[in-house]
């Protein structure tokens, strides 16, 4: 690592790799379609182009996830951090009771 770079955070680097798989989908699926459209591409050609677009679609999937994932987890830290500060944890434990 060069001087002065510093590691990317967990946020920062999960951006960067959806940015790249999101760019690498554009690309190689513009490619697949434009391929399979061509007049002299077989079926065999084209089925082996939708089969090769469906791993893409799925490699962007499972990252796409990963992006969502990782936003849930730090709405739900953020959240319950919040609720805690507003309501404390006593406030909650007489709420529970009385609803007995």
Same mark, same amino acid.
Request: charged share 30%.
């Given at each position: ?64 996830? $990963? ?22 944890? @006593? @406030?909650?434990?007489? $709420? $529970? @009771?009385?609803?007995?």
């Amino acid at each position: 690592m060069s001087e002065g770079r510093q590691p990317l955070d967990p946020t920062r680097r999960l951006l960067r790799t959806f940015g790249v798989a999101v760019s690498n989908f554009e690309e190689r699926s513009a490619k697949l379609i434009e391929r399979a459209r061509a007049a002299d591409t077989s079926t065999e050609e084209r089925l082996a182009a939708a089969a090769r677009l469906l791993r893409e679609a799925a490699l962007l999937n499972r990252r796409l996830r $990963e992006i969502a994932d990782h936003v849930w987890e730090l709405q739900h830290a953020a959240l319950t951090q919040m609720s805690d500060l507003l309501v404390p944890a @006593s @406030s909650e434990e007489d $709420e $529970e @009771s009385s609803a007995y």
